[in-house]
C-alpha cells in the first residue's frame, strides 16, 4: 500500500525567509501527490496537487512542490514566509493500490516568527 | 450544496449514549471519507466508501463505530456507548472518485466537534 512520511514533524522559520516541508512517499504505481494546509481552528484546504502533468507544480499563497521519482519525494517550499503561513501542512498520496484512498502524512507544524 | 456538509457542528454527550453525525458530500462526488482529529493531533482515517465498492472500514477503532453511505450520497458515522476517549473532531471528506492518476483531490467539511463528558 502507498504511505508518505512527512521528515519533520516542527519546522520554525522567520517571516520573508524560506519555508521548506519535506515529503517522501512510497508507491509501486503512479502516484497523485497533494499538500493541504490548516490553519488554526480552522477547515483543510488544499494547497496544491501534482497528478501525472508537470512536476513542478504550484499552488495557493506562493507555494510550490516538485514530484522527484527518483527521490520518492514531492517537497513543499515557499520562497518568503509569511506570518499568516503559520498552520499545519499534510502531504497526501493516493495511487490504485487501494483504490485511490488518500493516505495521509503525520503532518508538520510551521510556526513563523517575526 | 457548493461544499461538503456536517452536522452537527458541536455535539455534547454523555459517557454511554449512541451518537450520530451526518455528512452531505458534494452531488456527483463517488468517493467519501470519515476521518477523526484529536486535539493537536494528525488526521486518523476511520472509512473510505468509493463508489459501490465495499467500503475500507480498516480504521474504524472499535466495533462501537459503524458508517453507512445511503444511495451513494449521505454518510452517516454512529457511535455507539460513547467513551471519553472519542471526544474529537470528525472530519467528512469527499472527491469525485476518479480510479486513475489524475485523481482529484478531496474536499473536506468544517467537522462535527464531540465531546463526551
Known amino acids: 500500500a502507498q504511505s508518505v512520511t512527512q521528515l519533520d514533524s516542527h519546522v520554525s522559520v522567520s517571516e520573508g525567509t524560506p519555508v521548506l516541508l519535506r515529503c517522501n512517499y512510497s508507491s509501486s504505481y503512479s502516484p497523485s501527490l497533494f499538500w493541504y494546509v490548516q490553519h488554526p481552528n480552522k477547515g483543510l484546504q488544499l494547497l496544491l496537487k501534482?497528478?501525472?502533468?508537470?512536476?513542478l507544480v504550484k499552488g495557493i499563497n506562493g507555494f510550490e512542490a516538485e514530484f522527484k521519482k527518483s527521490e520518492t519525494s514531492f517537497h513543499l517550499t515557499k520562497p518568503s514566509a509569511h506570518m499568516s503561513d503559520a498552520a499545519e501542512y499534510f502531504c497526501?498520496?493516493?495511487?490504485?493500490?487501494?483504490?485511490?484512498?488518500?493516505?495521509f502524512g503525520a503532518g508538520t507544524t510551521v510556526t513563523v516568527r517575526a | 450544496g457548493a461544499g461538503v456538509s456536517q452536522s452537527p457542528s458541536n455535539k455534547v454527550t454523555e459517557k454511554g449514549k449512541d451518537v450520530e453525525l451526518r455528512c452531505d458530500p458534494i452531488?456527483?462526488?463517488?468517493?467519501l471519507y470519515w476521518y477523526r482529529q484529536s486535539l493537536g493531533q494528525g488526521l486518523e482515517f476511520l472509512i473510505y466508501?468509493?463508489?459501490?465498492?465495499?467500503?475500507?472500514k480498516s480504521g474504524l477503532p472499535s466495533d462501537r463505530f459503524s458508517a453507512e453511505r445511503t444511495g451513494g450520497s449521505v454518510s452517516t458515522l454512529t457511535i455507539q456507548r460513547t467513551q471519553q476517549e472519542d471526544s474529537a473532531v470528525y472530519l467528512c471528506?469527499?472527491?469525485?472518485?476518479?480510479?486513475?492518476?489524475?485523481?482529484?483531490?478531496?474536499?473536506f467539511g468544517q467537522g462535527t466537534r464531540l465531546t463526551v463528558v
Open positions: 497526501v498520496v493516493s495511487d490504485r493500490s487501494n483504490d485511490y484512498k488518500l493516505s
Open positions: 452531488s456527483g462526488h463517488t468517493a
Open positions: 501534482y497528478t501525472s502533468a508537470a512536476t
Open positions: 466508501f468509493q463508489g459501490n465498492s465495499a467500503p475500507d
Open positions: 471528506a469527499s472527491s469525485l472518485g476518479l480510479r486513475s492518476t489524475d485523481n482529484t483531490e478531496a474536499f
